[in-house]
């Protein structure tokens, strides 16, 4: 069910690994519970266009003004949507900051099909929470709202990634986007007012915007014969920074938050990827190939100094993500044993490195209360 679109780090590698076993039946075929999901080694290969891209001169003149998705066949209103044939989920999300702050979701296959989980930062407290047996339904990409929401993808409605939300005081998920085309690669705007995401329902992979009350999504890249994925906002809702092959490479661009002013802003001349913002808005942590293996980097904003590499490993790393303070990175690592990944948190010059999950399933992508 998961097409070619979903080949990229973060949604990258897991979903990559879906969607070849998806060709047994549907993602990780019929077998009983049990069964672990083995991810192969991850790649940062990037489907090529039919036409091939053009070589561009990336210039912060203003994009064309963001025009609302025609082709996205929406329900009308009202929105959101309940969805009923979703189990309760248990426990229910953290309520509080006190509670959250300390924790970390990601998603694992650990009971068979992907599913979202909680962890404490020392490791402890692991908490499930979605649980469907059905080996053919996946909840993946939890992203934490700054009021507590958990916005997440899932295929469990019409066999399309679509996006929904969980609330604090509400045992069911309320659906956000229902249209035949996959939603993935979510990014809370800092407001909590809006989600950025990536579907394909053009053709190519484009990042759009879309209001938490439902309605409409904006595209807000456009750019035909290009892919453009992982959408992040910066600290201040004015920028997001996301992943484009629409140059000679695999770079990172940053454009105002209504789609307007692109411009290239990490290029190593290697594949770069998963880009996150440090809460003062100063630094990028994101994944690079430039040394031959993908290892997470640092690099300067403003000076656009050399990067800095953090991780050395065999394995590979990827989904570097900065905790609200900016003292904490934490990011997903095979480094443990080979195609099987973990997650892990540092210091973010790359020091005290710690494994926080240790399963015989891949536990990946973390993401952290903003």
Known sequence: MISQHKNRLDLTFPLLALRLAFTCAILVGCGPATTVVTLPAPTLEVRPSQTPAPTLEVRPSPTPEPEVAETLVVKPSPYPLEVLDFRTFLPPVPSGLGEAANQLLFFSNR???????????????????????????????????????????????????????????????????????????????????????????????????????GGLPINLTQSPNAQDYLPVWSPDGQKIAFVSDRGQSQDIYVMASDGSGVIRLIDTGSRDSSPDWSPDGERIAFVSDSEGNFEIYVMEIAESNVPIRLTRTAGYEWSPTWSPDGKSIAFTSSRGQEENYDVYIMSPDGSNQTQLTSDPSNDIIPRWWP
């Open 111 to 213: 009971s068979g099909n992907y599913q979202l989980y909680q962890i404490a930062l020392d490791g402890s407290g692991l908490v499930p929470l979605t649980h469907i047996p059905d080996m053919d339904i996946y909840d993946m990409e939890p992203a934490w709202s700054p009021d507590g929401r958990i916005a997440f993808t899932s295929n469990h409605v019409d066999g399309s990634w679509e996006i929904f939300m969980l609330y604090p005081d509400k045992p069911l998920p309320i659906q956000l986007t229902d249209w035949l085309a996959d939603s993935w690669s979510l990014a809370w705007s800092p407001d909590g007012q809006s989600l950025a995401f990536v579907s394909n329902v053009t053709g190519d992979d484009e990042i759009y915007l879309i209001s938490v009350e």
